[in-house]
């Protein structure tokens, strides 16, 4: 997202193992709760791996835990995308690299936008939005450019891949606009992946704000054998500010989190926002932008959301290099230092996120290095 990644390909970039005190502080709410912070305890940040492929892509947006092993996919690796090309052009990355939690690396898949089996308008630009889902089936965002040009972005589509890597399918259409996040919910046979649509009317509006930003609902068939199909599409969220900018290349609705309770969390990211939109898994009809869970103080410019096994939200922030836990009521109750590289420090360093296996840390992609690390 933001141009000035201050590219490390350097061996430090690849460092493994080391690890780094973070800096810990406390929004003025935090008083003590019932439910101690799932962050609050964590000290340490060790860099798994590089994210480097090597074709050289750069800029690490989307993460996702694998939960199963089958053929390529292995149980406890890390799936990252990667936005960017080794000439760090944004909106031409094509590669999904696959991290061991031993600190292996691999390429999980690299998508020739000559050879998709379905359209997918403007071609290849891996985004933040990468999801694995029931039966093993991938999909990521692909959101392009012509050579990093925010007025040539195009409306790119969803490229679904099989546990082999290949892709087997594209969504296209269907409110799929400028993906740039996504979560998913996966139950037998079916999954609801939930989508932030960034180019509604962004790139029309040559850098001015727009308040098109849209959250998509997409049902589709997780089949064991045969492809996936879209079935159903439900408008969930809209009006969410965007607007695209010259060093970030765009900027708008970001991360989803989805809860137990079925509320899905969205980083309103203009807005220094994260709103809450109810019963995303049955409602009919947008919810607008949503309610206001919690705004400004720690959370400045957020990007990627998850949701802690306990149900406070997670989120890193593009602005100051933080991640901000939340509670559901909306209290500030743990803020990370994890980057403090750039100015202002931290700044556009900080992207995807996911809570580790049995709740043992956060990862989460550092753009400032190009690494995947372990918040524990």
């Known amino acids: 997202m933001w141009v000035n990644h201050r590219v490390m390909l350097t061996a430090a970039a690849g460092a493994m193992g080391t690890a780094l005190a973070v800096g810990v502080a406390f929004a003025p709410a935090a008083s003590a709760s019932a439910n101690p912070s799932f962050v609050g305890g964590s000290s340490t940040i060790t860099t798994v791996a590089s994210t480097i492929p090597t074709n050289g892509d750069v800029n690490p947006y989307g993460v996702a835990v694998v939960s199963r092993s089958k053929d390529r996919l292995h149980k406890g690796d890390v799936l990252v995308s990667n936005f960017n090309d080794k000439a760090n052009t944004q909106g031409t990355g094509t590669t999904i690299v696959e991290v ?5 690396v691999r390429v999980f898949a690299q998508i020739n936008a000559a050879r998709l089996p379905g359209a997918c308008p403007g071609g290849i630009g891996l985004t933040t939005a990468l999801a694995v889902l029931g039966n093993d089936w991938v999909v990521v965002g692909s959101l392009p450019t012509v050579a990093g040009n925010p007025a040539t972005s195009k409306a ?8 082999e890597g290949r892709v087997v399918e594209t969504f296209h259409g269907h409110g799929i606009n400028g993906p740039w996040d996504m979560t998913a919910a996966s139950r037998r046979g079916i999954s609801d ?13 040559g850098g001015k704000v727009v308040h098109h930003g849209t959250v998509e609902r997409l049902t589709v068939t997780t089949p064991e054998h045969g492809l996936p ?5 439900t408008t969930i969220g809209s009006g969410f500010a965007a607007e695209t900018n010259s060093s970030a290349l765009v900027i708008g609705p970001t991360g989803v989190g989805l809860d137990r309770n079925g509320t899905l969390y969205v980083a309103d990211t203009l807005n220094d926002r994260i709103a809450a939109i109810p019963d995303a898994l049955l ?10 869970v919690s705004q400004h103080g720690a959370i400045q410019g957020p990007l ?3 949701v802690a096994p306990g149900g406070d939200i997670l989120t890193v922030n593009s602005l100051n290099g933080n991640l901000v836990e939340i509670t559901p009521a909306g209290r500030q109750v743990a803020v990370k230092t994890l980057d403090t ?22 990862y989460f992609v550092d753009d400032a290095t190009n690494t995947l690390d372990l918040l524990h």
């Open 283 to 292: 409602r009919r009809h947008s919810a607008g932008t949503g309610i206001t």
């Open 193 to 205: 992946l939930f989508v932030t649509n960034v180019l509604n009317g962004t790139v029309a509006a």
């Open 229 to 233: 199909r879209l079935i159903a599409e």
């Open 156 to 163: 790119g589509c969803l490229l679904v891949l099989n546990s």
């Open 100 to 104: 061991a939690p031993n600190h292996h």
């Open 304 to 306: 990627g959301v998850t």
């Open 341 to 362: 590289s750039g100015s202002p420090a931290g700044a556009g360093a900080l992207f995807g996120l996911a809570v580790a296996p049995h709740g043992n840390g956060v």
